[in-house]
């Protein structure tokens, strides 16, 4: 489970569920970093660093709908990236380590 905060106010009520839960925050997400000046504090508070920092203020969740998309792919390229070793890259370009003619194996 994951929460992505999203401005000031997400992040107001994150600071108060650390209060209450300190392992909370190792669920969070900031999403982006807002053009209130509390908001950076807050982050830094929390020791959270923003994915975006777009100096949004609308308060309708744009911000975490942005960032939303960056976890997913960060989350689909860890879970789904090859690995050197399953790759067969062994070492440097044009070294000859890996057998261009065998196939490579798909995750």
Do not use: K, Q
Request: with cysteine; glycine share 10%.
């Amino acid at each position: 489970m994951l929460c992505v905060l999203d401005g000031h106010p997400a992040t107001a009520a994150a600071l108060a569920a650390c209060l209450i839960a300190p392992g909370a925050v190792e669920y969070c997400v900031a999403g982006h970093r807002s053009a209130e000046r509390g908001h950076a504090v807050a982050l830094e508070h929390l020791g959270l660093r923003p994915l975006l920092d777009l100096e949004l203020r609308l308060g309708e969740g744009s911000g975490a709908a942005l960032a939303l998309h960056l976890v997913r792919v960060a989350a689909a390229l860890s879970a789904e990236m090859a690995t050197f070793s399953s790759a067969r890259v062994s070492g440097p370009a044009g070294s000859g380590a890996a057998n261009p003619e065998e196939p490579v194996p798909t995750p």
